[in-house]
């Protein structure tokens, strides 16, 4: 891969120059190496697991059959995930450059790595603005009772924590037929919604929750703040680059686990739990489940966006390899400990869940829900039914605010690297500087989202940021590195790494990188804009010119695939041949 990387000085007087992220010793002295295979493995592990294996999956679990669902997920980690992970982290390893400058090795798509860097924009942006959510809650956390255990002067008429019943009696609605002595048939039995203390506080308190995306208001402060103090928090952990980073996540990759073991043991001793573990993996799985193709596509779709595959971020992490680092290895542990984690986390969560369908005499189904739903009012609500509520309730959100930061490490440090290795003559020397201020950046683009009306923006951006976005850029990186460059070449690259591998060892991988992947990713994709439905939040719709925007955001992240590729044949010189020889090769 002879175009990966670029001729960077190696003079003293300029290395003596550079910032406090090189360390001596260090094999590539520009940039600097990870200090040791710990904090490599660690930062990858805390990239990888992220509020989509706690919030997302076991919600996808419950719904596609329980434990029969583990068979495709993790049968979609053998075909795609390790796959592609060890892909993206050959190129990168054997590249040294950022998610931008290894496309240098295929020119005409070097688009891709624009579109990566545009992508964690906007993911950083509404990220950072998850992590300010849990900071809230975790502060919020900090009484007894917690202000979400009931209704509070916060709440309205229309809270309460059990549904208020009516009886149509000869044509009047009757609340108090039961003080009557009287009897009311089914049929005429009128249930009024409810809305719970949790589900109140979400809206009323914390958000403070317009009615849709044209009624902004004004900035909700203590969101505002929270947002701050999350963006300094980032900003300190990445100040150093990799050097600074690399040892906090010695604690925020491996503190999660400890709470969600605490929070695993508590809820496996209450009442209730055994149902709700059932209903996640045990014996109310649903295996006839198996049959519906729907569920092998969410096992795939859940598999891609939580290993963060084309996103850049594992791109980036790699290039601080060493050169003969075991990338495979590497790529193997992370991509197994992502998909244990989740079954892991979702055991801890069907479990107080479980108890707290028990208390209220419902179906689990009733009381399980997904993303913020789940992180934010089903689980809050549920913690708030135990014993010494507050500890739980901090020990959750606490857990919620680390893995988020640690996502938000990776994301930002792609665009700091991106931008560094642009311009390592003036950049890199200043790295601490450009840290801040791409942090400072991300926080004001992130103001709007802490609005009134931000639970929108987020939900927004969330939806044309990934989803799609990410499967065209994957498949895009496929054909890049693997059709055009030579998956051949590659294989070569990888072996000065590695070592020369027998013939089986490339077996697999080549039908996997060649076949099974991209087909996966392709079929995903037809998908997904087949089914592709308007983003709603409950049941609020958002206006016309809220979808042109997000679709706006969409095409922006992906035009510059294309821009580049014309750009650079315009700028090529010699004959058509030679240029198409030039730009692919």
């Excluded at 997920?73 to 592609?84: D, K, Q, R, S, T």
């Excluded at 982290?89 to 295929?106: D, K, L, M, T």
């Excluded at 108090?176 to 979400?202: G, V």
């Amino acid at each position: 891969m002879v175009k990966c990387g670029s001729k960077i000085s190696r003079d003293p007087a300029i290395l003596s120059d550079q910032d406090s992220h090189v360390e001596d010793g260090d094999e590539i002295p520009e940039r600097g190496n990870w200090s040791n295979k710990a904090e490599n493995l660690l930062t990858m592990v805390g990239y990888a697991v992220g509020l989509g294996n706690i919030w997302r999956f076991p919600y996808l679990a419950y719904r596609n059959g329980g434990g029969a669902f583990l068979i495709p997920y993790f049968l979609m980690l053998v075909l795609c995930g390790i796959p592609l992970f060890f892909l993206e982290n050959a190129i990168g390893q054997f590249c040294s450059q950022s998610p931008v400058n290894v496309w240098r090795a295929v020119p005409i798509l070097q688009g891709v790595g624009f579109s990566m860097v545009i992508m964690n924009l906007f993911i950083a942006i509404y990220y950072n603005v998850i992590v300010a959510y849990s900071l809230f809650y975790m502060f919020a956390s900090f009484q007894s009772p917690l202000p979400w255990s009931s209704c509070f002067s916060w709440a309205d008429s229309n809270c309460s924590n059990t549904p208020t019943v009516y009886c149509n009696v000869s044509g009047a609605v009757v609340s108090n037929w039961t003080l009557e002595n009287r009897t009311c048939p089914s049929s005429n039995i009128i249930t009024a919604p409810m809305q719970s203390p949790s589900e109140q506080y979400w809206d009323r308190v914390a958000l403070q929750r317009s009615s849709g995306l044209d009624e902004t208001g004004p900035v909700v402060w203590h969101l505002a703040l929270c947002l701050l103090l999350s963006t300094m928090l980032t900003a300190a952990a990445l100040i150093r680059g990799i050097k600074s980073s690399g040892k906090v996540v010695y604690f925020t990759a491996t503190f999660p686990y400890v709470i969600i073991l605490i929070l695993l043991i508590r809820g496996v001793t209450l009442e209730g739990a055994r149902d709700g573990i059932e209903f996640f993996i045990g014996s109310q799985s649903n295996m006839t489940k198996l049959m519906e193709a729907q569920v092998w596509k969410d096992a795939a779709s859940q598999t891609i966006f939580s290993l963060a595959i084309s996103s850049g971020g594992i791109l980036t992490l790699s290039s601080y390899n060493n050169f003969h680092n075991n990338m495979f290895l590497d790529a193997a542990v992370v991509s197994i400990i992502n998909h244990v984690t989740s079954v892991f986390a979702g055991i801890a969560i069907f479990s107080v869940l479980g108890h707290m369908a028990f208390l209220y005499g419902k179906p689990i189904g009733v009381v399980v829900k997904e993303g913020f739903g789940l992180a934010f009012i089903a689980y809050p609500e549920a913690l708030s039914k135990l014993p010494v509520s507050t500890l739980w309730s901090i020990l959750f959100f606490f857990m919620i605010f680390i893995v988020g930061l640690d996502s938000q490490f990776t994301i930002l440090e792609v665009i700091t690297t991106c931008l560094s290795d642009a311009n390592p003559e003036t950049l890199r020397s200043k790295r601490s500087l450009l840290t801040i201020m791409a942090c400072g950046v991300i926080y004001l683009l992130g103001l709007p989202c802490v609005t009134r009306a931000g639970i929108y923006w987020v939900t927004l951006l969330d939806t044309f940021t990934v989803s799609t976005v990410l499967l065209v850029v994957s498949i895009t990186e496929v054909t890049g590195f693997i059709y055009i460059y030579g998956g051949n070449r590659l294989i070569k690259d990888i072996e000065m790494m590695l070592g020369k591998k027998s013939f089986c060892f490339w077996l697999w991988w080549r039908a996997c990188w060649f076949v099974i992947s991209p087909c996966i990713i392709v079929v995903i994709l037809i998908w997904s804009c087949v089914s592709f439905e308007s983003p709603t939040y409950g049941k609020v719709q958002y206006p016309d010119w809220g979808m042109a925007l997000g679709w706006c955001v969409s095409v922006f992240i992906l035009i510059w695939v294309p821009v580049v590729a014309v750009y650079k044949l315009l700028r090529a010189e010699g004959s058509p041949w030679m240029v198409c020889m030039t730009l692919y090769y």
